[in-house]
């Protein structure tokens, strides 16, 4: 079974940094592909950034590109979102999400596995 909990998310002003973690507790993701995805009150849940099994192929929203990085580290089961030049728009609760194929995706139905979310508030 496959538990992920992720962490790293807080309140930052506008311009900042923050780096979240996903780790599985459960069993082991090195197989998995993995995805960030983020969800804004009253809104959808949108796709932020995807990794393959491996970490040699990643995926990002235009509107993080640059901005975001995506890694993994198989040997600790842990995936991280490094976030730099946070804007307010960036404010959303961000999930990780693993999916069974090591092949990256960017939607939200490909996801087999959720974390539970973890605030992040980017202010002014």
């Known amino acids: 079974q496959v538990q992920l909990v992720e962490s790293g998310g807080g309140l930052v002003q506008a311009g900042g940094s923050l780096r979240l973690s996903c780790a599985d507790s459960g069993r082991t993701i090195s197989n998995y592909a993995m995805g960030w995805f983020r969800q804004a009150p009253g809104k959808e849940r949108e796709f932020v950034a995807t990794?393959?099994?491996?970490?040699?192929?990643?995926f990002y929203a235009d509107s993080v590109k640059g901005r975001f990085t995506i890694s993994r580290d198989n040997a600790k089961n842990t995936v991280f979102l490094q976030m730099n030049s946070l804007k307010p728009e960036d404010t959303a609760v961000y999930y990780c999400?693993?999916?069974?194929?090591?092949?990256?995706?960017?939607?939200?139905?490909?996801?087999?596995?959720w974390g539970q979310g973890t605030q992040v508030t980017v202010s002014l």
């Open positions: 999400a693993a999916r069974r194929s090591g092949l990256y995706a960017a939607i939200v139905p490909a996801y087999e596995y």
């Open positions: 990794i393959n099994w491996s970490g040699g192929s990643t």
